[in-house]
């Protein structure tokens, strides 16, 4: 045995980061909710302990990702900065606030409630967006996506959003796309967004004693490959694949979810 685990437990938890990571480094969407799924559903862990360990997997995952979009300048940086300026402290207050308080079964319910809601949202919101006409891309150092208080007002949810659940991708993905931003800009930005807010979601949790590290660490192993694939196949694809491809990754995780509560 390895950090507790038995061979098949390896294997299984390495597989399923293979592809949840590739579904990370591919479209920058899925990590979180598919990450929960696997976490709760195929691995059995409790809703608040699956919160904590996908936290510290989509950052183990996310840490080569980033590296990678920012390295091909795949990345808007005024818009990461606009958004992590209220998201950081949104994330850690939310964080703890579930950390100390997750006993409540009528909380869990509201709360998966709520992230199904989101799900469906996001999926139309990017239905709509793959609909309309793609702007002509901005060069790299002039454009701007997100004014103050609009970034300010983004942050915030999806700040909160992270800590409490995990999952925030399928959400500022189609967001991003509507404000203008390009689908594989998005990602990359996107990307390293989620890179610092499940960081401090993971670190707060982890304080509680609320995560399976081995679990995480080893998924964050099978993500290697995945999102290396994922993260290079992205760049190749014309911007109205990759969309498609985006809303049939949530719209599946979304029916899942849907049966899973139902």
Do not use: C
Not at 10 to 21: D, P, S, T, W
Not at 67 to 85: E, G, Q
Not at 208 to 225: K, Q, R, V, Y
């Amino acid at each position: 045995m390895v950090f507790d685990l038995t061979i098949s437990q390896i294997l299984l938890r390495l597989v399923l980061g293979a592809v949840i990571g590739f579904s990370v480094g591919l479209t920058g969407v899925g990590g979180g909710v598919l990450g929960l799924q696997a976490t709760t559903l195929v691995l059995g862990l409790d809703p608040v302990r699956a919160v904590g360990t996908t936290s510290l997997y989509l950052f183990f995952t996310n840490i080569a990702s980033t590296f990678h979009h920012i390295r091909i300048h795949n990345v808007s940086h005024h818009t990461i900065r606009a958004i992590l300026v209220a998201a950081v402290p949104a994330n850690f207050i939310v964080s703890r606030w579930i950390s100390t308080n997750s006993e409540s079964a009528g909380f869990k319910n509201g709360l998966e409630l709520l992230i199904l809601i989101a799900v469906f949202l996001a999926v139309g919101a990017m239905a709509l967006n793959a609909l309309r006409r793609e702007p002509e891309p901005q060069t790299i150092g002039t454009q701007k996506v997100l004014g103050v208080v609009p970034g300010l007002i983004i942050g915030l949810l999806f700040g909160a959003l992270v800590g409490a659940t995990s999952v925030g991708g399928v959400v500022l993905v189609p967001t991003l796309l509507l404000l203008g931003l390009p689908a594989h800009r998005t990602v990359g930005t996107t990307t390293t967004i989620i890179t610092v807010l499940t960081l401090l979601t993971a670190i707060t949790y982890g304080a509680g004693g609320e995560s399976d590290i081995p679990t995480a660490l080893t998924m964050a192993g099978g993500a290697l490959f995945g999102v290396r694939l994922g993260s290079r196949l992205a760049v190749g694809l014309p911007e109205a694949i990759l969309k498609k491809i985006m809303i049939g990754i949530v719209a599946a995780v979304a029916v899942a979810m849907l049966m899973r509560r139902f």
